[in-house]
């Protein structure tokens, strides 16, 4: 199964990034993109990345297209595959790049035809800036993209589609949506929400430490900072989709905090201590596995 025509519906960083990989890496001949903001379209056209660009009518491009990737906020999945499954030809793949994948399937459930294969996928890769400008072809090189099929999905077009993610440099694997929405919810929603409460208490305390917050931020605060300057509405739709697991991980975060803070009270150093070297050896684990670097400021240039 080829994949000749590309569409990309939604061009932030991610769609933008993924137009741009799939044209450097040959693994499509022709990409479209379509998108709802006039200025982004305006952006794409300058950029020059797609083969054409559509503004609010993406299924003029779907009748054409062999792969269509929705990258458009996790609220609006369901509307936008109404629009456009009607028009797709047989045999087309469905696919989207949304972090929360229980929600997106129950969304898209009902419109989806015998004759073309839907499969969910999560690449898990990004930066904190948005937009068609930010996107970089280079994004997904070494990034996990999780694919997470409905039952029933065609072999083919999942292999199909696990050779697209590969042959933009990325790594694939295969995970059940349920099991996907918890381990995701564990290692990039909760801690986004936490980064997001942190920088809101600081700019709260920013009167209390006349205003110093930000003239002595280290770089752990730095980092926080950068989490959270991420796109809200992407994540005000993450966190309401995929909640139940979000609730469940942010009660046991609850629960730990709370023992550590007992710890901190009643002085309790060997707590504290073997907490930490659990931690820490998390972190080595990270580093070992490729998933980050272990040069000073966590490989990071800033």
Not at 49 to 68: M, Q
Not at 75 to 91: D, L, S, W, Y
Not at 217 to 243: E, K
Request: net charge negative; aromatic share 8%; proline share 4%.
């Amino acid at each position: 199964m080829s994949i000749d025509t590309l569409l990309i519906i939604g061009c932030g960083l991610i769609g933008s990034s993924i137009a741009r990989a799939a044209k450097a890496h040959g693994q499509a001949k022709t990409v479209y993109v379509a998108d709802q903001s006039a200025s982004a379209c305006a952006s794409i056209e300058r950029l020059g990345f797609a083969d054409g660009v559509s503004e609010n009518a993406p299924e003029f491009y779907a009748s054409k297209a062999d792969l269509i990737i929705l990258c458009v906020p996790p609220g609006r999945m369901g509307e936008v595959a109404e629009q456009i499954i009607p028009v797709m030809k047989t045999g087309t793949i469905l696919s989207d790049v949304g972090s929360v994948k229980g929600d997106v399937i129950r969304q898209i459930a009902p419109y989806l035809r015998d004759d073309i294969h839907f499969i969910p996928a999560h690449p898990i890769a990004g930066t904190e800036y948005s937009g068609p400008e930010a996107g970089f072809a280079e994004l997904f090189q070494d990034r996990w993209c999780v694919l997470t099929p409905v039952e029933g999905s065609d072999e083919k077009a999942v292999d199909a589609l696990k050779a697209f993610w590969t042959g933009i440099g990325s790594d694939v694997a295969i995970m059940d949506p349920k099991r996907h929405d918890i381990v995701l919810a564990t290692t990039s929603h909760v801690p986004h929400l936490i980064a997001y409460t942190l920088v809101g208490t600081a700019v709260d305390m920013e009167t209390v430490t006349n205003n110093e917050v930000v003239k002595f931020s280290a770089g752990g605060f730095r980092d926080f900072t950068r989490i959270a300057a991420s796109d809200p509405v992407m994540w005000r739709d993450v966190f309401l989709s995929n909640r139940e697991a979000t609730l469940e991980v942010v009660d046991r975060f609850i629960e730990d905090l709370s023992a550590l803070k007992r710890a901190i009270r009643w002085e309790d150093g060997d707590a504290l201590l073997e907490h930490f070297a659990k931690t820490r050896d998390i972190r080595k684990k990270i580093v070992d596995a490729g998933q980050d670097s272990a040069a000073p400021n966590f490989g990071r240039d800033d």
